[in-house]
């Protein structure tokens, strides 16, 4: 091997470092995402115990207030899952392309939603957490939704089902079924 292929080889090496710059960025994104939907939660909980009780507010006002505040939880819920999205990726791209994470292997608490082995493994986790924003969303929209005729109804039940199918078919592909050679079934888990 020449000296200028080994000195090729190792700059081409490490030139994966560069990730670590999308691995600090997506960190920095998820923890202002943290903190902005911890804020959105502290003032949600701030108007809803500072009003909601009061006896001058009135029966139309306290509907009002309540349609507002889980429209407002639906959206912390949100902001939560996209910050879940921005770490997930993040700790899967420092996995993937500079090292494995010690402490995460070696601790009891480690989630193996965190644990990322392979590509596949990011897409399949960041897809999950994708999927439950698409519902966050969709019920966010559910919740402000108003029906004007009975297709506006049918379209809404129709987004319903296809939600659950969706969720179905994650599900489905999470715990695959496969027969053993005596007939039994095993779920991919085992």
């Known amino acids: 091997m020449s000296t200028l292929e080994r ?3 190792a700059f081409l090496w490490r030139s994966r470092l560069v990730v670590l710059a999308a691995v600090i960025a997506s960190l920095v994104s998820a923890l ?3 903190f902005m939907a911890t804020v959105d939660a502290a003032s949600l909980a701030w108007h ?3 009003g909601y009780a009061s006896p001058e507010l009135s029966a139309e006002a306290r509907g009002e207030l309540r349609a507002a505040s889980v429209t407002h939880v639906v959206e912390v819920v949100d902001g939560y899952l ?3 999205v921005l770490l997930i990726f993040a700790l899967g791209l420092y996995e993937l392309f ?3 994470i010690d402490e995460a292997e070696r601790s009891e608490a480690a989630s193996r939603v965190l ?3 392979n590509l596949d493994d990011l897409k399949a986790r960041l897809g999950k957490v994708v999927l439950m924003i698409l519902i966050v969303t969709f019920f966010e929209h559910g919740v ?3 029906f004007e005729d009975m297709l506006d109804l049918l379209y809404f039940a129709g987004g319903i089902a296809l939600v659950g199918l969706a969720l179905f078919l994650s599900h489905a592909a999470e715990h695959k079924v496969r027969a053993t050679g005596d007939g ?3 779920t991919g888990d085992g």
């Open 98 to 100: 500079i090292s494995r």
């Open 82 to 84: 996209l910050a879940t």
């Open 115 to 117: 644990v990322i082995r």
């Open 48 to 50: 809803v115990f500072a």
């Open 144 to 146: 402000k939704m108003r």
């Open 184 to 186: 039994r079934r095993v």
């Open 32 to 34: 202002a995402m943290f």
């Open 7 to 9: 000195v090729f080889e």
